[in-house]
């Protein structure tokens, strides 16, 4: 059975998650039930990450197993022909060996997190950011993000109910950008690691918001981790302004990589 690797797109907010769920809409469950249009019959897609519900991908990676090859452009063309009208996308399509596995042969994830601080409610990028009204300290921010760059045990910056085995994890990147656009003060959190926790990015993100608006102070942040208790942890941000921007692999995958 040959093996496909797709790189995808989505809104998150009309679903419950990647996963997929047996009574609610998940990008899983549409991809799945887009192959069964192609290929009669049951198909389960493998992730390089379960977005949570609300979050948006510009550059998941999923894996499917076919019965006949496929050429990558026609498969990438069928399965967006039958995902309308959901807010799903697959960007490529590229075949791959039978051992790739679009989680565990990833190297890196990378997702980005947009806060926009403006008082008038948000219209046009309503559902795709975090609206704040107070203005943010960028630089404060990054004092404290660094605490956070490295190897570190993560308990503060997980979920109750992460499945992870260890709470530690290595952050080799935050970077926190201010923009001004039209449509206000737009603050970017780009962050980069192997693998996050359950919640991580929206954990780290509410409690740098929280050193930004000078509740906190930025070495806060550091007696937060160190204190290993996800009762010291700053408020979870919402899904929302969440993307999933690109997976790397050991060896470029999509045209595009090239």
């Known amino acids: 059975m040959p093996r496909y690797a797709l790189k995808i797109e989505y809104h ?11 009574d609610q809409p ?41 019965a006949r090859p496929w050429d990558p452009f026609r498969l990438q063309e069928a399965l967006n022909h039958h995902l309308k009208p959901a807010p799903v996308a697959i960007t490529e399509a590229a075949q791959v060996s039978d051992d790739w596995h679009a989680r565990f042969s990833a190297l890196e994830r990378r997702y980005l997190f947009r806060l926009l601080a403006r008082r008038a409610p948000a219209t046009m990028e ?18 404290g993000a660094a605490h956070l760059v490295g190897h570190h045990d993560f ?3 997980r979920s109750t109910i992460c499945q992870a085995k260890s709470p530690v994890k290595t952050i080799d990147k935050i970077e926190i950008s201010e ?14 690691a192997r693998s996050f926790l359950h919640n ?23 007696r937060a981790l160190d204190a290993k208790d996800r009762a010291a942890c700053g408020p979870v941000c919402p899904p929302q302004g969440l993307y999933l921007m690109g997976v790397r692999y050991p060896e470029p995958v999509f045209g595009s990589e090239a």
């Open 12 to 22: 998150g907010a009309p679903f419950a998650g990647w996963q997929r769920q047996a």
């Open 155 to 157: 308990t503060t910056f």
């Open 179 to 192: 923009i001004s656009t039209e449509a206000g003060t737009e603050f970017q959190f780009r962050l980069v």
């Open 126 to 143: 309503a559902g795709q950011v975090w609206q704040v009204k107070q203005r943010l300290d960028l630089a404060a921010m990054q004092q």
């Open 200 to 222: 991580q990015v929206r954990s780290i993100v509410g409690t740098l918001e929280r050193v930004g608006a000078g509740s906190w102070a930025p070495e806060d942040v550091r």
């Open 26 to 66: 998940s990008v899983q469950g549409a991809i799945e039930a887009a192959l069964a249009r192609l290929e009669p019959g049951a198909h389960t897609i493998a992730a390089a990450g379960r977005t949570d519900a609300g979050v948006h991908a510009r550059g998941q990676v999923a894996h499917c197993d076919l």
